[in-house]
């Protein structure tokens, strides 16, 4: 053949022989193949096209192997690499037609397997244009169910429509007198039309058209998204060729629920009544919550009323109430104090009921020997610790008597603990009523006679004092009737026992009278239950903080009980008996000493063990508000408006004496405070600014300085610091250990605010006889004395016709022409008035003088 390739040596300028290409109607050029690391060769090449001969048909001489049918190669050339000496071949048309003069073996290898991956790409592109057909026809297929499934709803859709129409104008034209209804409730009575949304379109989608338009097809939506997002196909899109997806029947299905529920919320609902709970004071959101309505619809009921309020405000139980009818609901009140449920007088099984000791109250007369004769009782000397032979404040003892155990309770006897001595009453099982032989019945007897009835406890008279010579036993007993205690000797049911408590005398009958009054009772508490009891006393002490003198009268208290005295809690961290004994438990009529308090409760606060700390909080805390607001609402009730504070500062002129009592316990703080109280007049009252229970403190003192008061200390001293600063400030300490005292001093400081007495003593009288007009000096009066005598710098009355005209002084009085100082009845003189000219002949002046005389309480 003539187109066979052979060598063509050539030498080029280096003398090194390169390949050529002999052209014979193919192309012929050069490329270059890169390697790593920088290294190039150039490599020439010649494409051919491919010469195809029949089957029968011989290759001509030389002609290459090629021409056998083989798969076409790419139509790119093949790059190869040249080797610098290696044997030409011959004819190779293996590679697709690419002959080349010179290959190594490396490059054979490199060409071959460049040619496997280009077959391995050619097949994996391949495969993928296969999937990708298949998955271009199924999507085709799905978008025709699709668009053939919303063809069928859009007919149905218009079929329903016309039917709806036609129906809707033959009900008009058969009842003109009913309103037509509105689109949206014909459109909504179908569960499968085209509801409107509430952004503006109907359910397929597309804008929301004007009545009467139902057969013009709606606007392509302007959004170009994905048409899964667009609701249903119409006629007018069907057939366009738009891009994406339609609405799924899943989104389409939400929004046809979203529809329904808000057309259902829009219907009335029907209404639930419900028994609201209502306390004190509420917030109106609170209420609202309750009723299961909305704060809004309560606020525009309260506006509708005329009140403007916020859903945080505060109403009070009677305005929520008439809320919570108007909305159709009832109410049941409740209070706060319900939080104290359950915690006092909690009924016990008459099983449980065990026999418990006799509570016995000492009253009387100061100074009848009381304490004397419960000292004699218990064998101690418990008078010598009392300042002047007074019991201060209450004291609780047990003592033990053939096997059997008595409490006892010494109140004190003076007036001024009268508040105490009736809590001391009404904390007791059995009163023992002390007389004194030779005194009898005296004041304060009787208001003992009186507290005992009050409490409605058995009475013991006990006649003390018999040994004493002028003692008479018949004449207590003959008085004591005029205050209806009739005793056994005179007829009565009242045991009566004479003792002496000096000697000793007949102390043993005293007991067994008590036992017996307490077997006549049959006292009974049931100790395997949470404790109650009352608090006798409590105190701030210096180094045990607050402790307590309780009552335990119920149940059995437990070091580490939580308890609630009064408004203040804690729990017990120590027990106490009357001989200063460490205890566990404290069971029913004991009387022990508490601690842990984390405040100083009053005397006569009821004391209850709970089950938990926050509920004691809970307790103390709306006790503790309870208070603030009853000290507020005295304070605002005595105080008023402003105006009515003014017209009392102007009517009454009340001085005020302000203090600052500060005492060893509660009890005796009180007791002050109650006599103070009656000290007062109402021209004068002592103003407690601050009263507790413990020593004087720096802050006391400040608090004395800033308001001008004075510190009372009954029983109590002040710390160095507190002395000091009371130096400094001027701030007057009085310490006291007897009751009078106290009660002595302040009275006499208030005596010393009374305004003094205003006492008018009368001087005589002169009748104008001539009013005579003086130059620059003004009309004076010609008078005669008619009575008494008339005094320059005293007191004078205009008296006209038996009616005060002028009240004031005298400017000048002269007899003739010399000024004198007074003049004598039956004599003539001359008077002025200061200030004043309307004098006329026949008026009568009458002249006085005032004295001011101090008083005293």
């Known amino acids: 053949m003539s187109d066979t390739t ?3 040596k050539k030498t080029g300028a280096d003398g090194k022989r390169t390949l050529t290409l002999k052209r014979s109607g193919g192309d012929k050029g050069t490329v270059r193949q890169n390697f790593s690391h920088g290294r190039t060769k150039s490599v020439v090449v010649e494409t051919r096209k491919r010469k195809f001969t029949r089957p029968d048909e011989k290759p001509a001489a030389g002609a290459t192997q090629s021409a056998r049918p083989k798969p076409a190669a790419p139509a790119k050339p093949v790059e190869a690499k040249t080797a610098p000496a290696a044997p030409a071949a011959a004819d190779d048309q293996r590679g697709g037609g690419v002959v080349l003069n010179q290959l190594s073996k490396s490059e054979m290898e490199a060409r071959r397997l460049a040619l496997e991956g280009a077959q391995a790409r050619e097949d994996e592109d391949r495969k993928r244009a296969a999937e990708e057909a298949k998955r271009r026809a199924e999507e085709d297929e799905r978008r025709a169910r699709e668009r053939a499934e919303s063809e069928r709803r859009q007919r149905e859709e218009e079929e329903r429509l016309a039917a709806e129409k036609e129906a809707r104008e033959r009900a008009e034209a058969e009842a003109a007198r009913r309103t037509p209804e509105p689109e949206e409730d014909v459109a909504a009575a179908g569960r499968g039309g085209a509801k409107r949304s509430e952004g503006g379109e109907d359910s397929r989608g597309g804008p929301r058209r004007a009545p009467g338009r139902a057969d013009t097809p709606p606007r392509p939506s302007p959004r170009r998204d994905d048409d899964r997002r667009r609701g249903k196909l119409t006629l007018s899109n069907v057939g366009a060729d738009r891009e994406g997806r339609s609405r799924s029947l899943s989104a389409m299905r939400r929004r046809q629920e979203k529809f329904k529920r808000s057309s259902a919320s829009s219907e009335p609902r029907e209404k639930i009544s419900r028994e609201v709970q209502l306390p004190e004071t509420i917030t ?12 809004v619809d309560l606020v525009k009921y309260l506006m509708k009323e005329g009140q403007m309020m916020k859903p945080g405000d505060l109403i009070d139980a009677d305005m929520a109430e008439l809320i919570a009818q108007e909305f159709g ?15 006092f007088d909690v009924e016990d099984n008459p099983e449980d009921m065990k026999p418990r000791p006799p509570v016995v109250t000492i009253m009387g007369h100061v100074d009848h020997g009381k304490t004397s004769l419960l000292d004699a009782i218990r064998n101690a000397k418990v008078v010598s610790g009392e300042a002047g032979g007074i019991t201060q404040h209450i004291g609780a003892y047990q003592v033990e008597k053939d096997g059997q155990k008595i409490t006892f309770l010494d ?11 009736a809590r001391g009453a009404q904390a007791t099982d059995i009163a023992i009523l002390v007389v004194a032989a030779d005194d009898s019945v005296m004041p304060q007897t009787i208001e003992s006679i009186n507290h005992i009835k009050a409490a409605g406890v058995p009475m013991i008279v006990a006649i003390n004092k018999i040994d004493k010579p002028d003692a008479d036993a018949q004449k207590v007993r003959t008085e004591l009737l005029q205050h209806e205690v009739f005793v056994e000797s005179m007829g009565g049911e009242i045991q009566e026992v004479e003792v002496s408590a ?3 005398t007949n102390l043993d009958g005293l007991l067994e009278a008590i036992l017996l009054q307490s077997e ?6 049931n100790p395997d239950r949470t404790a109650e009891g009352v608090v006798i006393e409590a105190k701030l002490d210096k180094g045990r903080g607050s402790v307590a003198t309780v009552l335990v009268q119920a149940g059995t208290l437990k070091i580490g009980d939580i308890v609630v005295a009064g408004d203040e809690w804690g729990r017990v961290r120590a027990i106490l008996n009357d001989r200063g004994e460490q205890l566990k438990e404290a069971e029913p009529s004991l009387p022990v000493e508490i601690l842990g308090l984390n405040g100083t409760p009053q005397a006569g606060d009821r004391v209850a063990v709970v089950e938990e700390e926050a509920r004691a909080r809970e307790i103390a805390e709306y006790r503790q508000r309870v208070s603030r607001e009853k000290a507020v609402a005295r304070q605002a009730g005595s105080r008023g408006s402003l105006e009515q504070m003014m017209a009392q500062a102007r009517d009454s002129e009340l001085a005020e004496f302000p203090l600052v009592i500060k005492a060893d316990v509660q009890g005796s703080v009180e007791a002050i405070i109650g006599a103070l109280d009656k000290l007062g007049t109402d021209e004068v009252q002592a103003r407690i600014v601050h009263s507790g229970a413990g020593g004087i403190t720096e802050t006391d003192v400040s608090l004395a300085e800033s308001t001008g008061a004075a510190i009372m200390a009954f029983n109590v001293r002040a710390n160095k610091q507190a002395r000091d600063l009371a130096d400094q400030s001027g701030v007057e300490i009085r310490y006291y250990n007897i009751i009078y ?3 002595d001093d302040v009275k006499a400081a208030m005596s010393g605010l009374l305004s003094p007495e205003r006492r008018e003593t009368f001087l005589g009288n002169a009748e104008i006889k001539e009013v005579f007009n003086i130059t620059k000096v003004g009309k004076v009066a010609g008078c005669q004395v008619t009575e008494g005598k008339v005094e320059r710098g005293a007191g004078v009355r205009l008296v006209r016709d038996n009616v005060v ?21 039956g004599q003539e003189c001359g008077m002025a008035f200061e200030n004043y000219d309307d004098i006329r002949a026949g008026d009568v002046i009458e002249c006085f003088r005032v004295e001011e005389i101090a008083r005293s309480l």
Request: glycine content about 6%.
């Open 741 to 743: 005292n106290l009660l």
């Open 805 to 825: 005209i002028h009240e004031g002084k005298l400017k000048t009085l002269k007899r003739f022409k010399d000024e004198v100082s007074e003049v004598p009845v």
């Open 502 to 504: 000096l000697k000793g």
């Open 6 to 8: 052979s060598d063509d």
């Open 520 to 525: 006549l009772l049959e006292l009974k508490a």
């Open 411 to 421: 109140t004190p006897g003076h007036a001024a603990f009268t508040a105490m001595r």
């Open 329 to 343: 609901h009832t109410v049941r009140r409740v209070t706060e104090a319900d939080v104290e449920e359950g915690i």
């Open 284 to 295: 109106i959101q609170e209420l609202a919550q309750r009723m299961a309505e909305r704060s």
